[in-house]
């Protein structure tokens, strides 16, 4: 009953109190049960209601993504980091696009973004330790994976992480 999950989900993002956790836990669900097609739709339109604007881009560019146009959703992306530049994830899936057109070095350069945002970003240490050994860099893959192995994405110092990457990068009141 997925799709009568995602409209419940879709109804309590519109009309409830603002809650980013429930908008990912909906792009999540739209992500793995939706059509392409509806992510695009609810979160174009969410963009304006969006409090954390990077939260709609970001599924927006999945969506897009999902649909096949990779350069609208790397648009996306880009906007979803001019919105928030701590935002780890837009930086990771920019990563996974790039490696999906063939972009290798590119893509790793986009997951260690992620992990100098978020040093407990699990998925980008792994993703930057896959890329680094296609690319030959196999002391660098070594590295990365022992990296994944002792992140801890739930940390409580990810708030300090966040704060200290803002600040580096002339966000200071956020």
Known sequence: RSDEAI?????????????????????????????????????????????????????????LARRGDVDAAIAELRAALDSDPAHEMSQR????????????????DHYLEATHIHPGFKAAWEDAARVAAALGRDRDAEAYKRQAASADPKTVR????????????????A
């Open 7 to 63: 409209r419940v989900l879709q109804e309590a993002v519109r009309k409830g109190p603002y809650d980013e956790g429930l908008h990912y836990v909906l792009g999540e669900t739209m992500e793995r049960h939706g059509s392409p097609d509806g992510m695009i739709q609810f979160f174009s339109e969410e963009m304006a209601r969006d409090q954390k604007p990077q939260t709609s881009h970001y599924f927006l560019a999945v969506g």
């Open 93 to 108: 899936q920019w990563g996974l696009l790039l490696e999906r057109q063939g972009r290798p070095a590119e893509a790793l």
């Open 158 to 173: 990810r708030y300090l992480y966040w704060a200290r990457y803002l600040h580096q990068h002339g966000r200071h009141q």
